[in-house]
């Protein structure tokens, strides 16, 4: 509490020295930003109208329908993989954040599954998802879904991200959520289905509200699934957005913050772990 | 009788219109009131529309520099951040509003709205120092006017 507040003030006195050039946002004072969901190839723009809405790190994400192949390898060079050594896990999951260093832009890899068959390839030792920083799973099936809240599957990925743009099509068995929380993977509500049409954005509050009831309240990640910048919120517009979920404010906020960083750090850890240390 | 008065507490909303264009001239604050309210509605419905409808106020709105502030009762400031957070288009064009500050009293807000709006008009070519190219003379000077217009009608905003 001390060490933040002192960051807090340290903050206001630089952006007070600086004068009015530079316009403390709420954003600026509080901790940096994830943006974990941006459904688009690598584009410099939209990474840059994150970074000014608030946003420190970015992950663009790749989509696979069905069972990877060879030819869905990353062919970008990830920004976790090369930073393995200085990614604190234990700071980042004790909701220390602010001594994690941000990664920047990340690569994801979100792995759309209707069947069991399409999971066989996924473990921790895939060559395709390792070329990855993060790894998403979407499962559109009770099965599938089970599937990924059990070993090994849940130990190869990062997000479970549930099909929300319309009535999740299997009910969500909290003892199942708690069991893929226990082992580190978190479950993801994109708030850019918000901004479609009414009827989407029914579902994606009814949906998150189940998913907010059923699963622990530190494993929910809130990202945009932007395709384009006009779509990206900032941190703290989103923290409101997500009141439409029956979250509270601060709840929201560590939604964006500390619950990314921890996904991140989970992340580099596997890494570290499969690819040894960046060298 | 004894009449004791209810004092009545609001919140300012400050923040910017992002788009794409330079300016906004179909825009106004009606128009950006009637959204606000609008999608208050879509989100909350006659509910939501009703208990904002009496406070709900773009105090000031510049299209040039595309500020906006907005008042309301402090009981619904969450619910009317929600709805503006999900507004994608506003006279046919497509914005995201961004809120910067969430002010108090008029005093704090018309403050935290000048900051903004020399923030803003320091990354227009004004003439200040620092300026990387400078545009023709008329039109550094038509961004002046616009300048002091904003801020002589946010000086000249009631609570």
Redesign the interface.
Same mark, same amino acid.
């Given at each position: 509490g001390q060490v933040r507040g002192g960051c807090r003030l340290v903050a206001v006195l630089a952006a007070r020295a600086l004068g +009015? @050039?530079? !316009?403390p946002?709420?954003q600026g004072l509080a901790m940096p930003s994830a943006d974990l969901n941006l459904v688009s190839k690598v584009d410099e723009h939209m990474q840059e109208v994150a970074m000014q !809405?608030g946003y420190d790190t970015v992950a663009f994400a790749s989509e696979v329908q069905g069972r990877m192949s060879a030819h869905h390898a990353s062919r970008v060079p990830g920004g976790l993989t090369s930073r393995v050594g200085q990614v604190c896990p234990k700071l980042a999951l004790h909701g220390g954040t602010s001594h994690v260093p941000s990664a920047g832009r990340l690569s994801r890899l979100t792995l759309h599954v209707d069947s069991t068959d399409q999971l066989r390839d996924v473990n921790e030792g895939n060559r395709v998802m390792l070329s990855y920083d993060l790894v998403a799973v979407v499962p559109h099936t009770e099965d599938a879904f089970e599937r990924c809240c059990n070993p090994p599957v849940v130990n190869s990925i990062d997000l479970i991200s549930l099909p929300m743009e319309t009535r999740v099509p299997y009910s969500l068995n909290p003892v199942l959520l708690r069991k893929a929380a226990r082992a580190g993977v978190h479950f993801e509500v994109r708030y850019a289905l *918000? /901004?479609r049409d +009414?009827m989407t @954005?029914r579902h994606l509050i009814a949906n998150a509200l189940q998913l907010k009831r059923a699963a622990p309240e530190t494993s929910i990640v809130i990202s945009s699934g932007a395709d384009v910048g +006009?779509? !990206? @919120? *900032?941190p !703290?517009? %989103?923290a409101? /957005? *997500?009141?439409?979920f029956h979250m509270s %404010?601060r709840l929201a906020r560590q939604c964006t913050i500390a619950h990314p960083r921890a996904v991140i750090a989970r992340a580099a850890a596997r890494h570290e772990r499969l690819l040894g240390t960046a060298g | 009788h004894q009449w004791t008065m209810v004092h009545r507490r609001s919140r300012y909303l400050i923040g910017s219109v992002e788009s794409?264009e330079d300016m906004l001239p179909s825009m106004t604050a009606q128009v950006l009131q009637a959204q606000i309210r609008s999608s208050v509605g879509?989100?909350y419905g006659d509910f939501g529309v009703g208990s904002v409808l009496p406070s709900l106020t773009v105090k000031f709105f510049s299209p040039a520099w595309r500020i906006f502030i907005v008042r309301v009762d402090r009981e619904f400031v969450?619910?009317l951040? =929600?709805a503006?957070?999900?507004i994608?288009f506003i006279a046919q064009r497509?914005?995201?509003?961004?809120?910067?500050?969430t002010a108090g009293s008029a005093r704090s807000c018309r403050r935290c709205a000048a900051?903004?709006l =020399?923030?803003e008009t =320091?990354k227009r070519p004004c003439g200040r120092q620092g300026a990387a190219a400078m545009p023709p003379p008329r039109e550094r000077e038509r961004w002046q006017e616009l300048r002091r217009e904003a801020e002589v009608e946010l000086a000249r905003m009631q609570p």
């Open positions: +009015s @050039r530079s !316009l946002s709420p !809405l *918000a /901004l +009414s @954005r +006009s779509k !990206l @919120r *900032a !703290l517009d %989103v409101h /957005l *997500a009141t439409l %404010v | 794409n879509d989100l969450e619910l951040r =929600s503006m957070a999900v994608t497509e914005v995201r509003l961004h809120v910067v500050r900051r903004l =020399s923030f =320091s």
